[in-house]
């Protein structure tokens, strides 16, 4: 199986600060990458696809870059709505696998 | 707008059975891989599985197989997902979640998800 190493896992910071998550994978899966964003009690909404394609109605603060085995997703200026957790997912290969989840949390 | 509306929540007791469905509304049923994942309570995603709801075929994680079972209705475009045998670290939020684009024989991103069903599993 893919692993899918999402860090850091907690992720403190503030309003309007530049926000980096990394995803790295056990093998290399080209740009067959994923992310999500999940806010408590809701479904995950997907944010970016293939690498670095931006979802249609996804803000542009959002985005994804990445090929290989390392990824990010960066929001480059922190909104109030965008405290909740983030995962990134692989579609290379089966099973489909996810990373473990950063959490965006209020400093 | 593309929908997946899922059953309610429900409460099992341990070596019971699960039935799952998910209601899809706003595209062509039969055009699009249906996939199942779920969520423990605090933890992480974990893909089961899909349903070409088309032909019907199906591809399991390897820890499902056996002991889930999706399957569809076309004619009234419902995707449903069972599961066997339930142990308490069965308790999750089991989520359906339609393949992004046609024709990817189920290797692709989810979008949208259901609303989620939370499934717990409780002598």
């Known amino acids: 199986d893919i692993q899918m190493t999402q860090s850091p896992s907690t992720l403190s910071t503030s309003i309007g600060d530049r926000v980096t998550i990394t995803c790295r994978a056990s093998?290399?899966?080209?740009?067959?990458v994923a992310w999500y964003q999940q806010k408590p009690g809701k479904a995950p909404k997907l944010l970016i696809y293939k690498a670095s394609s931006l979802e249609t109605g996804v803000p542009s603060r959002f985005s994804g870059s990445g090929s290989g085995t390392e990824f990010t997703l960066t929001i480059s200026s922190l909104q109030p709505d965008d405290f909740a957790t983030y995962y990134c997912q692989q579609y290379h290969d089966y099973p489909l696998t996810f990373g473990g989840g950063t959490k965006v949390e209020i400093k | 707008q593309v929908q997946l509306v899922q059953s309610g929540a429900e409460v099992k007791k341990p070596g019971a059975s699960v039935k799952v469905s998910c209601r899809a509304s706003?595209?062509?049923?039969?055009?699009?891989?249906m996939h199942w994942v779920r969520q423990a309570p605090g933890q992480g995603l974990e893909w089961m599985g899909w349903?070409?709801?088309?032909?019907?075929?199906?591809n399991y994680a390897q820890k499902f197989q056996g002991w889930a079972t999706l399957s569809r209705d076309t004619s009234i475009n419902t995707a449903y997902m069972e599961l066997s045998r339930l142990k308490s670290d069965d308790t999750a939020i089991y989520y359906c979640?339609?393949?992004?684009?046609?024709?990817?024989?189920?290797?692709?991103?989810?979008?949208?998800w259901g609303q989620g069903t939370l499934v717990t599993v409780s002598s």
């Open positions: 979640a339609r393949d992004g684009r046609m024709g990817t024989m189920g290797a692709d991103w989810f979008a949208p």
């Open positions: 093998q290399s899966i080209d740009s067959w």
């Open positions: 349903i070409d709801p088309n032909t019907g075929d199906t």
């Open positions: 706003g595209y062509s049923f039969t055009d699009y891989y």
